[in-house]
């Protein structure tokens, strides 16, 4: 009786590892085949955001192009009102000549401006205020 409570004891036993062991397996499975996906889906996205980038590339060539087109023709429209209020050629160039300079440098305060954001001042003020950097002698 005793040789066969143990035989029952054991069967559990290799039953109850046998499981544990298959549960392991399936969660290295899913884990290994979970990770795949992931690493595939962000091939395939880095894939969509390529295309992505060249054709923003190719749209803002043109756009560009196009732009200076049209600002070219808006100079010539100035240009010829100008001269058509009886404005010499010289001073109609001076007066587009200045209007080119003056928002030229309104672009330009503007990125100045803007330029202040892409240093992460918060952060660095932050940064600095934690004074994590200093040594402590």
Known sequence: MKN??????????????ASFLEVVNNITKT?????????????LEMNLARESLG???ILSLIGISLL?????CVIGIIFLLLVSLHFSVLTALLSITLLNIFL???????????????????TR????????????D
């Open 55 to 57: 054709y923003i590339v």
């Open 104 to 122: 030229l440098a309104c672009i330009i305060t503007a990125l100045i401006r803007l330029r202040r954001n892409l240093h992460f001042p918060a």
């Open 4 to 17: 066969n409570n143990r035989i029952n004891n054991n069967s559990i036993n290799n039953k109850n590892s």
């Open 31 to 43: 884990f290994f085949t979970l990770l795949s996906d992931t690493f595939s889906l962000a091939k």
């Open 68 to 72: 200076s087109i049209t600002w070219l």
């Open 125 to 136: 003020r932050q940064l600095r205020d934690l004074n994590c950097f200093k040594r402590s």
